[in-house]
């Protein structure tokens, strides 16, 4: 099992189009990833379960992967968050 | 903070259309986007533009979740968030993730200005919706009345869960 603590540092934190790239993202490898953020963990592999967090810019999280390609898989999640799901230049 | 849930908020303001029939994803937002106009007249957005941003958003990844549930939005510039449930009376192809066809609609217009209060919306969307019990409730209504009436109660059941797991004692 490998994890990994990452701060959300794009504006809008996780609302839909991040919650939709991080499923893809996740949907890559066969590990099984979660996020947590406060009390909650869940799957990154279900849109639904990541917005139920609602996570907003600025959120500490925590994300797992556990499974054959983990340390890709943490490297992909962990690469996704640091670059602001790829909105930072249009927000 | 003792306060409603920001779903429950909204609720006085929503409108719906229960069991439309709609055979696209363009049918489904033309009628989105007359509901919210309808709702608001007074907005400086015609129903065109809502129609043609919520359409813009849908280009860029389809806003479908999973479970036959979407959530088409748009941020436009307007005084406060709009919301529209809309239940389809057959299921359309909405390029979900989980490849599920869809039936219910949580439309959103946004203000451009609008950073947090969103999240909290489709959280609370999210968390009723992840429940199987609540999209057959959600499924089983028959008229618009029946489906805010049902927003109404799950959104203060969701509120009091939250209070459970520990936010704050009563």
Redo the contacts between chains.
């Keep these: 099992m490998r994890e990994a603590n990452r701060t959300l540092i794009n504006?809008?934190?996780?609302?839909?189009?991040a919650a939709?790239k991080l499923?893809d993202v996740a949907n890559k490898f066969a590990s099984q990833q979660t996020l947590t953020f406060k009390?909650k963990t869940v799957d990154c592999k279900?849109?639904?379960?990541l917005?139920?967090?609602?996570?907003?810019?600025g959120s500490d999280v925590t994300i797992k992967a556990e499974g054959e390609d983990e340390i890709a898989a943490i490297a992909a999640i962990v690469e996704l968050i640091d670059l602001g799901f790829h909105e930072l230049e249009d927000s | 903070m003792s306060q409603p849930s920001a779903l429950a908020e909204l609720l006085p303001y929503a409108v719906a259309d229960c069991l439309f029939t709609a055979h696209s994803r363009k049918r489904l937002l033309q009628r989105a986007a007359e509901i919210v106009d309808g709702a608001a007249p007074a907005s400086a957005l015609s129903a065109d533009d809502l129609f043609d941003h919520l359409m813009e958003r849908e280009r860029l990844g389809s806003t479908a979740l999973e479970h036959g549930v979407a959530i088409p939005h748009c941020r436009v510039s307007c005084d406060q968030v709009k919301l529209a449930i809309i239940t389809l009376r057959e299921a359309i192809d909405y390029e979900s993730l989980d490849g599920a066809k869809t039936d219910i609609f949580f439309v959103l217009v946004v203000p451009e200005t609008e950073k947090t209060r969103h999240l909290t919306l489709l959280a609370e969307i999210s968390a009723i919706c992840s429940d199987q019990a609540n999209r057959i409730m959600i499924r089983n209504c028959q008229t618009d009345a029946d489906l805010l009436r049902l927003f109404e109660q799950l959104s203060a059941a969701d509120a009091d869960d939250s209070k459970q797991a520990g936010s704050r004692s009563v």
């Design positions: 504006p809008l934190g996780l609302h839909a189009r939709a499923v009390t279900s849109i639904m379960s917005l139920l967090l609602g996570a907003p810019v």
